[in-house]
T-cell receptor, first 114, second 116 residues
Framework: NAGVTQTPKFRILKIGQSMTLQCAQDMNHNYMYWYRQDPGMGLKLIYYSVGAGITDKGEVPNGYNVSRSTTEDFPLRLELAAPSQTSVYFC?????????????FGSGTRLTVV | AQKITQTQPGMFVQEKEAVTLDCTYDTSDPSYGLFWYKQPSSGEMIFLIYQGSYDQQNATEGRYSLNFQKARKSANLVISASQLGDSAMYFCAMREQMDSSYKLIFGSGTRLLVRP
C-alpha cells in the first residue's frame, strides 16, 4: 500500500519554465489536495478536488493549474515559474465524510525557481 | 481573517515535562474537525490527534491529548512526558465544510524544542 506518491522529490526550475508535479494515490480517496509550504510557515491550500473531473481553487491558486481525469491522479501544473513559487509542495488525499478519515500526505516536492 | 491561529512560533520544554501548544480557530460551520500534525526535520506530515466539533470528550492518543474548549474556540495540544524525539514543528489544522466539499486549513505552526 503506497499511500500518496509524489514525484519528483526535488526540482530546480529556471524562471519562465514550466513543469508538472505528479501525485498519485492508491486508496480510492475521493478528495485530493495540493498545498505549498514556504520556509517556516504552515501549509496553504492551492487547489483541491472532490472527485474525478471536479476541481476548485484554494487559498493561493494563482500561477497553478490542476486536472483530475482519474480518481488516482491529481497533477499540479506550474506555468511560467517565478521565484515566488519556490516552496515545498505537498499532495494529500482523504475520504469526503466527517470524522478522522485519514488525511494522507505525500512526502513532498521541494521546488526551487532560480 | 486567520482561520487557524497558533500564537507560539517557538517553544522549549524540558525532557519528561508536559507542554501545551496553543491553537485557536474561527468558523461559523457547526460541523468541523480539528487536527494536529507533527512535522519533523525530515519534512513529512505525521497525524497526531483529531477532535470533532460534536465530540463530548477531549481526544487522547497516547501521550497526546487535545484540550478542546468549544466556546473559546480553542484546541490546544498537550504533550505529556516530552521526549527528545518530540522536537519538531507542530501544526494545528481545521477541516470545515464549504458548499459540498471539505477543506483542511492549517495554522502557521509552533516549533517545539525538547531540552535534555
Amino acid at each position: 500500500n503506497a499511500g500518496v506518491t509524489q514525484t519528483p522529490k526535488f526540482r530546480i526550475l529556471k524562471i519562465g519554465q514550466s513543469m508538472t508535479l505528479q501525485c498519485a494515490q492508491d486508496m480510492n480517496h475521493n478528495y485530493m489536495y495540493w498545498y505549498r509550504q514556504d520556509p517556516g510557515m504552515g501549509l496553504k491550500l492551492i487547489y483541491y478536488s472532490v472527485g474525478a473531473g471536479i476541481t476548485d481553487k484554494g487559498e493561493v491558486p494563482n500561477g497553478y493549474n490542476v486536472s483530475r481525469s482519474t480518481t488516482e491522479d491529481f497533477p499540479l501544473r506550474l506555468e511560467l515559474a517565478a521565484p515566488s513559487q519556490t516552496s515545498v509542495y505537498f499532495c494529500a488525499s482523504s475520504y469526503p465524510l466527517g470524522g478522522n478519515y485519514g488525511y494522507t500526505f505525500g512526502s513532498g516536492t521541494r521546488l526551487t525557481v532560480v | 481573517a486567520q482561520k487557524i491561529t497558533q500564537t507560539q512560533p517557538g517553544m522549549f520544554v524540558q525532557e519528561k515535562e508536559a507542554v501545551t501548544l496553543d491553537c485557536t480557530y474561527d468558523t461559523s460551520d457547526p460541523s468541523y474537525g480539528l487536527f494536529w500534525y507533527k512535522q519533523p526535520s525530515s519534512g513529512e506530515m505525521i497525524f497526531l490527534i483529531y477532535q470533532g466539533s460534536y465530540d463530548q470528550q477531549n481526544a487522547t492518543e497516547g501521550r497526546y491529548s487535545l484540550n478542546f474548549q468549544k466556546a473559546r474556540k480553542s484546541a490546544n495540544l498537550v504533550i505529556s512526558a516530552s521526549q527528545l524525539g518530540d522536537s519538531a514543528m507542530y501544526f494545528c489544522a481545521m477541516r470545515e465544510q464549504m458548499d459540498s466539499s471539505y477543506k483542511l486549513i492549517f495554522g502557521s505552526g509552533t516549533r517545539l524544542l525538547v531540552r535534555p
